[in-house]
């Protein structure tokens, strides 16, 4: 069971109307998954909590104990590539004593068959201290943040399968001006890399973070978020590119909390399940804390504004070597592992320059579940904007405590419920399931339903739902 942390209380409306009253127009969802990372969706709700869940500690997958790595290595990247899991990072050490780098950065490759033990092969592409027989793919520019993705692109060409960003300065003979930016790499194989420029592709922002991009299936665009300080606050910035090298300027994100925080890395991408959902788990730096970090977490429908919990998903105590100086880091990865459709590994860091070398750990969630609709013993109702679906069943994902339930209804738009598909016609749902299946007495067609414009009604006593989709399947 996923631990949970904290709570945050929407206020308690107990009075309905219709949309129209609002001005609201009725949320096409159709057969989009619905979490609850956002209220987006929310209309109204009474003895409901919104509650955030953190991710549960699993074991340490990586130890840096190579030369040419070392206690500072740090800005991972995990993503999956058919059968085998990939993952890049810096490699570097700090000696604490002499205040100095004991060896220059490095770009590092580590490769899984089941995102838990992990390889470092010897490539034999790029030497140190006078071997190849190394796991190094990368030591030209850009090794402090090298931050690679598979390009999944229809149009992208054989050679560039593999895309990277990361920071430098201008390698362009006479370019006085020494362009500090973001450099675009490329590669057929993921291991050999090369410039798709001499020059950087993004120059305004600070670069000094795991700066990111995706391809963005849904806007058939590249998307590109990195640093930038804003007013004196890290921060991240977003833009997007045609092709990969000619990027539109870049924005500053935009947050509903009116709190501004120190963010370092941003580990942001579109959520598999429901990928009109864009997650983060960005790096909150807290320098009068000892310099200390915690990923938390945010959400976003947009990819530009964004809806940021405020407690850590990884908190310094899960389970150690987190308190010190910039050792809590999440990878960018957000994977499903090998027969195990219930739950995504996630990565952090810990021990970062207290011992020779340092460690990466993977944590899980349950799927969808960042964000759980919750009740206590009494019972909590929670009603949705207007709505338009497209399907026959209605799944929950939930957990139902001791004399827990989860009950749903579909409302006409004045708040009453349509014939056959009232609370007393639905069978209570209970157990622990990431697609149960509601049902109604008298066996009422949602395909007659189908296109209308109706309110989902939620009964929820000691029990959580973290999301809920409109499918096909009866």
């Not at 490759?109 to 089941?114: F, G, I, K, R």
């Not at 340092?358 to 009494?378: C, E, I, L, Q």
Request: hydrophobic fraction near 35%; charged fraction near 25%; charge should be neutral.
């Amino acid at each position: 069971m996923i631990r949970s942390l904290f709570l945050l209380t929407l206020p308690i409306l107990v009075s309905f109307h219709s949309p129209t009253s609002y001005g609201e127009a009725p949320v096409d969802i159709g057969q989009q998954r619905e979490l609850f990372v956002d209220d987006h969706l929310v209309h109204a709700t009474e003895g409901i909590t919104f509650q955030l869940h953190q991710a549960e500690p699993q074991e340490v997958v990586l130890v840096t104990d190579k030369p040419w790595e070392g206690n500072t290595c740090a800005y991972y990247t995990i993503f999956q590539d058919g059968e085998k899991y990939r993952m890049y990072y810096r490699g570097s050490h700090w000696d604490e004593k002499a205040k100095q780098a004991t060896h220059p950065e490095v770009v590092c490759y580590a490769e899984s068959n089941d995102g838990i033990h992990w390889r470092k092969p010897e490539l034999g592409i790029c030497e140190f201290n006078g071997s190849t027989a190394n796991n190094i793919v990368w030591d030209g520019v850009g090794t402090h943040n090298f931050t690679p993705f598979k390009d999944t692109n229809p149009k992208c060409k054989p050679d560039a399968k593999y895309k990277a960003l990361a920071r430098g300065r201008s390698l362009k003979k006479g370019d006085k001006s020494s362009q500090h930016g973001l450099f675009a790499f490329q590669s057929a194989d993921g291991l050999h890399w090369k410039l798709m420029r001499d020059t950087p592709v993004i120059t305004e922002g600070a670069f000094d973070s795991q700066n990111l991009a995706f391809y963005d299936p849904l806007e058939k665009q590249y998307r590109d978020y990195h640093r930038w300080f804003n007013q004196g606050i890290r921060d991240i910035m977003v833009c997007t590119s045609p092709d990969f090298v000619n990027w539109t300027k870049p924005i500053g994100l935009q947050y509903t909390e009116a709190k501004r925080e120190h963010l370092y890395t941003n580990a942001i991408q579109r959520y598999p399940r429901a990928p009109h959902f864009f997650i983060g788990f960005p790096t909150r730096y807290l320098p009068d804390e000892g310099q200390r970090v915690e990923p938390v977490m945010m959400a976003s429908r947009d990819g530009l504004r964004f809806k940021r919990w405020a407690e850590p998903v990884i908190p310094e105590t899960a389970p150690k070597d987190r308190k010190g100086n910039r050792s809590n880091y999440m990878a960018w990865g957000l994977v499903q592992l090998p027969e195990n459709n219930d739950e995504y590994s996630v990565y952090a860091t810990e021990a970062y320059y207290t011992g020779p070398d340092s460690r990466v750990r993977r944590f899980t969630y349950r799927v969808d579940g960042f964000v759980s609709a919750h009740a206590g013993k009494n019972p909590g109702h929670l009603t949705t904007r207007s709505i338009i679906f497209d399907g026959k069943t209605l799944e929950l994902n939930l957990v139902t405590g001791e004399k827990g339930f989860i009950a749903a209804e579909i409302q006409d738009l004045d708040g009453n419920p349509i014939p056959g598909f009232s609370l007393n016609d639905c069978d209570p749902c209970q157990g622990d399931s990431i697609s149960k299946q509601v049902s109604w007495k008298k066996n009422a067609s949602l395909q007659a339903l189908t296109g209308r414009a109706v309110r989902l009604h939620f009964s929820i006593r000691n029990s959580d739902l973290y999301s809920f989709q409109f499918i096909n399947q009866e």
